[in-house]
């Protein structure tokens, strides 16, 4: 299973990462000790504060390979420390998002409609802060921080070579929810206008008058592989997942389409938003 990228049950962080994360914090806490160094002292020598060292150690807070490096310096680990650096990249990431970003790298194509939230790949990084900080039950502030990064990292499919198809589209009562704030909605819309100029991207409005619309079953998406294969990943209340059967499969990519075909175009999707914003 993989989770979802719209809505707020979309990670859990019951993984293998997590407790990869606290077994390098506490290999760093045992260094330092060994070397008869306080907290303060390691934050000081390796140019971080008191706290972030206090996180890393605690688990709390995943530490850059530079931090790492120079903790390995400081505390004379002879590379031990460094040497973590591996684990922690693999580890930065809940699993099931290391697994959605595996398969959008594998896609030469990818659909998708958001129908209660701005689609993950098109979030700024203010507007997912946003979502997760409303979700209840509510995270730990470090795991926030995570999964943010996590989303964000996952964009990196817009810079790919040769690039993907992508195509979205949105409800309009997604761009019209002021999550995070007026200022949080108005960077949103903006980016939506940025991305939306991109040759090998395509977004769509879903104008609430509109009298058909294929989508009320929830948002979802369709990806086109390299090896051939077409996989649809379906997203509902807690429970989202990868669909492989080829009869599900072309059920959702039939209603995709369906969803395009009833949408704005995408030049009258830009003038649509470009519109929200000056109203916003």
Same mark, same amino acid.
């Given at each position: 299973?993989?989770?979802?990228?719209?809505?707020?049950?979309?990670?859990?962080?019951? %993984?293998?990462?997590?407790? /990869?994360? *606290?077994?390098?914090? #506490? !290999?760093?806490?045992?260094? +330092?000790?060994? $070397?008869? =160094?306080?907290?303060?002292?390691?934050?000081?020598?390796?140019?971080?504060?008191?706290?972030?060292?206090?996180?890393?150690?605690?688990?709390?807070?995943?530490?850059?390979?530079?931090?790492?490096?120079?903790?390995?310096?400081?505390?004379?680990?002879?590379?031990?420390?460094?040497?973590?650096?591996?684990?922690?990249?693999?580890?930065?990431?809940?699993?099931?998002?290391?697994?959605?970003?595996?398969?959008?790298?594998?896609?030469?194509?990818?659909?998708?409609?958001?129908?209660?939230?701005?689609?993950?790949?098109?979030?700024?990084?203010?507007?997912?802060?946003?979502?997760?900080?409303?979700?209840?039950?509510?995270?730990?502030?470090? %795991?926030?921080?995570?999964? /943010?990064? *996590?989303?964000?990292? #996952? !964009?990196?499919?817009?810079? +790919?070579?040769? $690039?993907? =198809?992508?195509?979205?589209?949105?409800?309009?009562?997604?761009?019209?929810?002021?999550?995070?704030?007026?200022?949080?909605?108005?960077?949103?819309?903006?980016?939506?206008?940025?991305?939306?100029?991109?040759?090998?991207?395509?977004?769509?409005?879903?104008?609430?008058?509109?009298?058909?619309?294929?989508?009320?079953?929830?948002?979802?998406?369709?990806?086109?592989?390299?090896?051939?294969?077409?996989?649809?990943?379906?997203?509902?209340?807690?429970?989202?997942?990868?669909?492989?059967?080829?009869?599900?499969?072309?059920?959702?990519?039939?209603?995709?389409?369906?969803?395009?075909?009833?949408?704005?175009?995408?030049?009258?999707?830009?003038?649509?938003?470009?519109?929200?914003?000056?109203?916003?």
């Amino acid at each position: 299973m993989i989770d979802g990228t719209e809505e707020d049950h979309e990670f859990g962080l019951e %993984d293998d990462s997590g407790a /990869v994360i *606290a077994a390098v914090g #506490r !290999q760093i806490k045992l260094w +330092r000790e060994e $070397a008869g =160094l306080r907290a303060a002292e390691l934050g000081s020598i390796i140019g971080y504060s008191e706290n972030l060292v206090f996180k890393v150690e605690g688990g709390r807070r995943i530490p850059k390979p530079e931090f790492l490096d120079k903790t390995d310096d400081a505390v004379g680990a002879n590379g031990k420390i460094s040497a973590m650096k591996k684990d922690v990249e693999e580890a930065r990431y809940p699993r099931k998002v290391r697994d959605l970003a595996k398969l959008e790298a594998e896609a030469i194509e990818l659909g998708a409609y958001a129908g209660v939230v701005i689609h993950g790949l098109l979030q700024t990084e203010e507007y997912a802060r946003a979502l997760y900080a409303q979700r209840r039950p509510a995270y730990a502030e470090g %795991d926030i921080e995570r999964l /943010v990064a *996590a989303r964000m990292a #996952r !964009q990196v499919v817009f810079d +790919r070579r040769p $690039a993907p =198809l992508l195509t979205f589209v949105q409800e309009e009562a997604t761009l019209r929810r002021r999550t995070g704030g007026r200022m949080v909605l108005r960077r949103q819309l903006e980016h939506l206008l940025e991305m939306s100029q991109l040759r090998h991207v395509e977004i769509q409005v879903m104008p609430m008058e509109a009298e058909e619309h294929a989508g009320l079953g929830g948002s979802h998406r369709v990806l086109k592989l390299k090896d051939g294969k077409t996989v649809g990943h379906n997203e509902v209340q807690l429970i989202s997942g990868l669909i492989t059967d080829p009869r599900q499969v072309q059920i959702l990519e039939m209603r995709y389409n369906l969803i395009r075909s009833q949408a704005l175009t995408p030049r009258l999707s830009r003038e649509f938003i470009e519109k929200l914003l000056g109203e916003t």
